[in-house]
């Protein structure tokens, strides 16, 4: 019917076309609608929306014109998200400029509606400098609407203004909001709905559309010839477009010319950047209109910026404005981000998800992604290539490498990822009776797989080998359907990866299989004076080992804490200075230049976050700026930049790894003892100037090792922790300590002690960081034994300290169990009782200094621990909700032990020591003041 009448309305002149979505449920309405993604579809006789992101639906058999009417019903469900929420009627130019009439929810929860524009990318358009309009109504735009509630939403296109309103069904008006065309202003297009983070249905549907026009011409990418600084010393064949090529051993990216490029860009560079929710604005946004009134002038100066400090790349959620000037540039698509709300194997909550590649959709949704996003593209010398996604969940919600299996066996059994789970299953485990045994479960017979959604933790390595074959399985649908997407609609650019969050679990092979360059998000801890461990450098190399492709850093950062930000929150190994700051770009820069394989660093990022925070699902308040709020930048830092940046061909092409000289310990703390051994009948107990140390054998205060005083104040004991792991994560402290000897030189004493677990004491379990409740203990914990050795010198200095190293863990039960970790556990009690005591140091993650202690103002004192040497160990010392304590000084061992069987430990100890607590300096002065003691001379 209504086509009969779009060619009748046709051949009148004017167009009309009326909707009442009488097509098949499932499909998009076409051909006379076309859906730029898959949360649209026909249900019901409405057109729904699914919840995705924000995208249109377009009456793709309409025209162009100046005389634009739309008008339909909308009843909005729920909102799926947590971002701004919109939903409405719209008039489209193209991808970057249109008008919309829509209802909208805040994150905040509130409602309201608006008649917005967008005008060549930019976004709320109305209100800028450049594209302000005179308002000629305003009635009703704090309108509260409510959900399950129908509405009629119309807005009308004139060559002199633009108008919308919301009314009842019954006629009332809610809302009437126009402005004229007094400025730049999108004055044409065609006929559309837009909806994105809404359950919403439309039905009803009207558009007019007269003073037609030509459908508008996809802009040309490229507004000038291609060419951005390169290598002339490396060559290759021209193409027009980048690729990577291995010369001589080392990896380049071969630009149009043919000339050898090394990508060093920074994240964010954007006139937009960074909302926050509390201020509801963007504060350095709110300053550059300032400075510059347009997005244009800031351009103009970002340019010359980035160009003077020797970056050539614009990476990640870049201005449009800066393209096509001295940088080559990468798209973000977010495929799976995206489609995770629709539809995911892990949830998209407060992050990204994974998307359900089991989906029918999946391979359409990248398909038409891909025809929208990367066709228009295939023809610009100055595009890299696409980022697919940023920081998917691989590890799942409970971050462990099974994880991903564990989110699949959650779902209901009409669930297509669960489905695809239950058949993987079934491939591969024999029998039922082997999947619970492997998995813990009681399950009769594999047709109960389908309807069990409660997951277990995996007893074995063959149930881990199981998971991850799953996993992998996940991983090659992702990377293979999204790649071949991408080069079926754009054969010319790269694909980039999807940017793992820290590490990937066993998929780096798969993501070298479909990418062309490998991506990885990083933050690592690195020594401040001397640079980046070797340990890091190995991780590095062994990440390109499993992939085999060329790798690009492309998040990176070391926020310092002068920079007047709380940065209490994001990645990043936090310093105190700017000073600190530069040396450790540096450091950090200069080794990504020098490694062979990787071919691009793109540092996070180019503005400072707000001191408020962005917002209250993504909290980050950090100094990872080029420049701070002001656009001002950190001269220390963009001197450095300006300098290293513009050596990296000579450095990449050198390709010497400079490693950081490792730290090593006074030999008294690594040898073993040579004194004759004596054990003692009584309570040993050592004192060296005001600090006492108890050795007590027994049971008492859960078989710690000792227990500390300082100038005859208590200050808590030290003992050891074992995470174990079989059906449920435990966490285990000794209940027995037994003195096996005591040696004594003129550098001090040293007690080797057994503790160990023989079933008295509680385990902690998982503890709800929202609540601060601890998680039953479904099962008691395994018996096990450790071997302890504490070193206290003779002459400790003005912080007296000891050393704690843990030698051995044996397996004292008669069943075997997983040893995840092992803790060196400090129990506060400063001033004799737990009352009063908190986490001491600067109050952010990841400080630089690796210490954490204990300190009870008001008796002015603390207990510390730090962790000189090497990479071992990682320690966070907080308390839960509840004031739970958690001295989370960790070593990973991640080892299975069978009944009666040792493992060995090889990891240096760690040194505990005693401090006046003034203030938050006070940690980190008195770990200064340990670290010559334990450290060799030449350190």
């Not at 690195?526 to 890091?536: K, W």
């Not at 007590?696 to 050891?720: D, K, S």
């Not at 902690?764 to 008691?780: F, L």
Request: with cysteine.
């Amino acid at each position: 019917m209504w086509t009969m009448l779009l060619s009748a309305c046709v051949t009148l002149g004017a167009f009309e076309h009326r909707d009442a979505f009488d097509y098949p449920d499932g499909t998009e309405g076409e051909p006379a609608w076309f859906a730029e993604t898959v949360s649209w579809e026909v249900r019901d006789h409405a057109m729904t929306a699914a919840g995705g992101d924000r995208t249109f639906v377009l009456l793709q058999n309409a025209p162009h014109g100046r005389r634009v009417t739309v008008e339909a019903t909308v009843t909005l469900e729920r909102h799926k998200g947590n971002n701004w929420a919109i939903a409405g009627v719209a008039v489209r130019r193209d991808a970057g400029n249109h008008w919309h009439l829509a209802l909208v929810e805040s994150p905040e929860g509130k409602h309201f509606v608006e008649l917005q524009e967008q005008y060549d990318g930019a976004w709320p358009a109305v209100g800028m400098p450049d594209t302000k309009l005179t308002a000629t109504e305003r009635q009703g735009g704090d309108f509260n609407w409510q959900y399950g509630r129908p509405y009629r939403l119309r807005i009308a296109l004139t060559p002199q203004g633009i108008s919308g309103s919301v009314t009842e069904m019954d006629g009332t008006v809610r809302g009437k909001l126009a402005f004229k065309f007094d400025n730049k202003a999108v004055t044409s297009g065609q006929p559309g709905l837009d909806c994105g983070e809404f359950v919403a249905r439309f039905d009803d549907f009207v558009a007019t559309v007269d003073d037609k026009l030509p459908a508008p011409e996809e802009p040309k990418a490229a507004t000038k010839p291609y060419d951005i600084k390169a290598f002339d010393a490396v060559r290759a064949e021209a193409t027009g477009f980048f690729y990577p090529k291995q010369i001589d051993g080392k990896w380049w990216l071969i630009d149009p010319k043919g000339r050898g490029v090394y990508l060093v860009g920074t994240d964010h560079a954007s006139y937009y950047v960074h909302w926050c929710e509390k201020l509801g604005y963007a504060p350095y946004h709110k300053n550059m209109v300032a400075q510059h009134g347009s997005e244009a002038a800031w351009a103009d100066e970002t340019a010359q910026r980035l160009d003077a400090w020797g970056f050539n790349a614009l990476p990640a959620n870049h201005s449009r404005l800066l393209r096509y000037r001295s940088f080559a540039h990468i798209e973000f698509l977010a495929w799976g981000t995206l489609f995770s709300p629709l539809d995911d194997i892990v949830p998209k909550t407060t992050w990204t998800g994974v998307p359900n590649v089991f989906s029918p959709k999946w391979a359409r949704n990248c398909d038409k992604r891909a025809r929208r996003q990367c066709a228009p593209n295939r023809n610009d010398p100055w595009l890299i290539g696409y980022f697919i996604d940023n920081e998917l969940e691989w590890y799942g919600k409970i971050h462990r490498p099974w994880g991903v299996f564990v989110e699949a066996w959650k779902k209901p059994a009409e669930h297509s990822a669960k489905q695809a789970w239950v058949t993987f299953v079934r491939e591969k485990v024999k029998d039922v009776d082997t999947f619970n045994k492997h998995w813990g479960t009681k399950l009769a017979s594999f047709d109960d797989l389908a309807k069990h959604t409660a997951p277990t933790e995996p007893a074995c390595d063959e149930a881990k080998a199981v998971a991850n074959d799953f996993l992998r399985l996940v991983a090659d649908r992702y990377f293979k359907i999204a790649a071949e997407a991408i080069r079926r609609h754009d054969p010319n650019h790269l694909v980039l990866g999807c940017r793992f969050a820290g590490d990937a679990p066993d998929i780096w092979d798969v993501a070298g299989k479909y990418c062309d360059i490998v991506s990885l998000n990083t933050y690592p801890r690195i020594d401040v004076d001397r640079g980046v461990p070797p340990g890091y450098i190995k991780f590095l190399e062994d990440c390109h080992a499993k992939c085999r492709r060329p790798m690009m850093l492309t998040e990176w950062s070391f926020p310092a804490l002068d920079a007047g930000l709380p940065s209490k929150h994001g990645a990043g190994m936090r310093v105190d200075t700017q000073a600190q700051k530069t040396k450790c770009f540096e450091h950090y820069q200069r080794l990504l230049f020098s490694l062979p394989f990787m071919v691009g660093s793109n540092y996070f990022m180019w503005a400072d976050e707000p001191a408020e925070g962005i917002s209250s699902t993504f909290p980050e308040d950090s100094n990872y700026g080029l420049v701070n709020v002001k656009g001002q930048p950190y001269k220390l830092l963009t001197e450095a930049c300006r300098r290293l940046n513009a050596r990296v061909f000579e450095l990449h092409l050198a390709g010497k790894v400079l490693a950081a000289q490792p730290r090593r310990l006074r030999p008294w703390f690594t040898v073993d003892p040579t004194a004759q051994a004596r054990v003692p009948s009584t309570p040993h107990e050592i004192r060296v100037a005001d600090l006492r140390l108890s050795f007590v054998p027994g049971p008492p205060q859960a078989g710690e090792a000792c227990r500390i005083e300082l100038a005859g104040r208590e200050l808590g004991g030290l003992t050891c922790l074992i995470h174990q792991q079989t059906g449920q994560h435990l966490w285990v402290l000794a209940d027995h300590a037994k003195l096996i000897k005591a040696c004594s030189d003129l550098s001090g004493t040293v007690i080797d002690l057994e503790l160990s677990y023989i079933g008295s004491a509680k385990p902690m379990t998982r503890v709800n960081e929202q609540t601060g409740q601890a998680a039953h203990p479904r099962q008691h914990p395994h018996r096990y034994k450790a071997g302890w050795r504490i070193r206290v010198p003779a002459e400790p200095g003005d912080t007296p300290f000891l050393a704690s190293q843990c030698l051995w863990i044996e397996n004292a039960d008669d069943e075997p169990w997983d040893v995840l970790e092992v803790f060196h556990w400090v129990a506060p009690r400063v001033g004799g009782d737990l009352a009063g005591d908190a986490p001491d140091g600067p109050d952010v993650p990841n400080y630089y200094l690796s210490a954490s202690g204990w300190a009870d103002r008001a008796a002015g004192l603390g207990i510390g621990a730090t962790y000189p040497v090497g990479d071992d160990y990682t320690c966070n010392y907080w308390l839960n909700k509840a004031g739970g304590v958690h001295s989370d000084l960790r070593l990973t061992v991640g080892c299975r032990l069978a009944p009666g069987k040792r493992h060995e430990l090889s990891a240096p100890p760690v040194f505990v020591f005693a401090y006046q607590a003034k203030d938050a300096r006070s940690l980190g002065k008195a770990a200064g003041q340990v670290l010559p003691k334990v450290l060799a001379p030449s350190e």
